[in-house]
């Protein structure tokens, strides 16, 4: 007969799966429901810490086998994110793991946006970033504008990184409102900062203009009055580097990538309107990175303002398994 309590135990291993290597993500209201396997013998003691603290048994359900461990929670909240600390242990030979939970919801709107100046056929915004980011990092923003005689709202910019944006090509002698709504992995937040005051195009001054210009020497070399500012784009999403210059005669324009001319190529799209100045690039990828600068030149001289493009690829989390 053999006599098992001389069995030699096995050393306890914890078999951590891939996809809970990571940061594992949840929504706000979605089952978590992990499932741990180990390895040992005689049956090893499994216990649990979360960010060093025993777990909350009304919030986390533990059940346990010979071969795996169970987390399930059933409808995941904001405060189940933490560190949750597997341990096995089998007489004085233990393993342990981690499993970071994040548990993620739409944001929140920006804190606030405010109309900072209006010109010609242009409005110039800025917005700061919103008190509840949901969770999880802000990817972008969405801006619109709208009519106030219809208050029909038209998008303007999506999945936008900068905190201020200059809205062109507004239509003389409407007046308009604004506002951003945030972004983050889970979606668009489902309301938005909308801005107090109204930037109104007026229908009377070009009119004039004209004769000015003929009984006065408006000469001017070109200065700009709205410099390129650093900038951070995501590879694949169409992104626009915008400044504004003034000058008589009208500047001509020139957009370089690091000290050589763009010229036609069609991956750029150059605009000059009213002074203010845009460089589109057209889905970009990390090669488009750099320095642009924006030129402008008349018969009174010539200035040039530049600004780094960083283009970042997005790092996706690892899709999880369907149930």
């Not at 029909?152 to 507004?170: A, K, M």
Request: glycine residues 6%; charged residues 25%.
């Amino acid at each position: 007969m053999t006599d098992l309590s001389f069995c030699v135990p096995d050393r306890p291993k914890i078999r951590m799966p891939r996809i809970l290597r990571s940061r594992y993500i949840r929504q706000v209201g979605e089952q978590v429901n992990v499932v741990i396997p180990f390895l040992g013998k005689p049956k090893p003691v499994v216990s649990w810490l979360k960010n060093g603290q025993p777990l909350d048994m009304k919030r986390v359900n533990i059940r346990n086998s010979d071969r795996d461990s169970i987390m399930f929670i059933r409808s995941a909240e904001r405060e189940d994110s933490g560190n949750y600390e597997m341990t096995v242990k089998v007489d004085s030979f233990e393993d342990k793991a981690t499993l970071v939970l994040q548990i993620v919801e739409l944001p929140g709107p920006p804190a606030s946006v405010k109309l900072v100046d209006a010109w010609g056929f242009n409005a110039s915004l800025e917005w700061t970033p919103p008190k509840d980011n949901g969770n999880s990092d802000i990817t972008g923003y969405t801006v619109q504008k709208a009519d106030k005689k219809t208050g029909d709202w038209f998008t303007v910019l999506e999945h936008f990184h900068r905190l201020s944006v200059t809205v062109t090509d507004l239509v003389m002698g409407n007046s308009y409102v604004f506002r951003v709504f945030a972004e983050n992995q889970v979606g668009r937040s489902q309301t938005a900062a909308v801005t107090k005051k109204v930037a109104t195009v007026p229908k009377t001054g070009i009119v004039y203009k004209p004769p000015q210009y003929v009984d006065h020497d408006f000469a001017e070399a070109p200065k700009f009055t709205t410099p390129l500012s650093n900038h951070a784009a995501t590879v694949g999403y169409t992104t626009k580097l915008l400044c504004a210059v003034r000058g008589c005669p009208k500047p001509k324009i020139e957009w370089m990538k690091n000290q050589m001319i763009i010229g036609n190529d069609p991956k750029y799209r150059q605009i000059s309107t009213q002074g203010v100045c845009s460089l589109e690039i057209r889905k970009p990828s990390s090669f488009d990175g750099g320095v642009y600068t924006c030129r402008a030149k008349n018969d009174q001289g010539e200035a040039v303002v530049s600004c780094k493009l960083e283009v970042k690829k997005v790092i996706h989390p690892e899709a999880e398994k369907s149930k």
